[in-house]
């Protein structure tokens, strides 16, 4: 009896590995190859004020020791970043966030805040502070607080523009350069 389901899985393994082009998220997780991330492959997705899901509640510690919470910044529209030091993508666009960050606080009406994915506080920490982001970021060690972001951040790095009513108005998944996120905020500021 052991032999045959042995034989089973060994047939379900080589059948799984001939399936699919390798460019899914689920092949990407099946590869085994130690990236700890899910690549985006940069789409970006926008969504008009009435196709918008319910406002969002996300809150929590930042990697700093303080406190953020969506609910203190109604009205204003929130660029949030999800990223990890781990994340080659997420590395490589830090400058460009940085870059949007400095234009972004000049805006009254706009602004931004990490959240660090899947690593502790003081990693996360240590390399926010090596790569000048000086915008909060929540601390996210155990991975949970995507679940609060209706589904649209299963890639890292994922970019969300929410707009003034809490509302998820843009994302980008994959990296981004800091003229597309600028863009993607005037394009809501426009809707408010």
């Known amino acids: 009896m052991r032999r045959?389901?042995?034989?089973?899985?060994?047939?379900?393994v080589v059948l799984s590995g001939c399936s699919g082009s390798g460019d899914s998220i689920a092949d990407q997780a099946r590869a085994g190859d130690n990236r700890g991330y899910i690549s985006g492959?940069?789409?970006?997705?926008?969504?008009?004020?009435?196709?918008?899901?319910?406002?969002?509640t996300l809150a929590g510690d930042t990697i700093d020791g303080g406190q953020w919470d969506l609910a203190d910044h109604a009205g204003d529209i929130v660029v949030l970043n999800k990223w990890g030091?781990?994340?080659?993508?997420?590395v490589k666009e830090t400058p460009d966030l940085v870059k949007a960050w400095d234009q972004i606080q000049d805006m009254d009406d706009v602004t931004m805040v990490g959240l660090n994915f899947r690593e502790s506080a003081a990693t996360g920490l240590a390399?926010?502070?090596r790569s000048g982001m000086t915008y909060p970021s929540l601390e996210d060690e155990d991975g949970i607080l995507p679940l609060e972001l209706q589904g649209r951040a299963q890639a890292t790095p994922t970019t969300l523009v929410i707009d003034g009513e809490g509302r998820i108005a843009a994302v980008v998944s994959g990296p981004l350069s800091a003229a597309t996120l600028l863009g993607l905020v005037e394009d809501v500021r426009a809707t408010e």
């Open 127 to 129: 390399f926010a502070e």
């Open 85 to 90: 030091s781990w994340c080659p993508p997420c």
């Open 41 to 56: 492959d940069g789409e970006i997705v926008r969504y008009a004020p009435d196709e918008r899901l319910e406002p969002l």
């Open 4 to 12: 045959v389901l042995a034989m089973v899985l060994a047939g379900l």
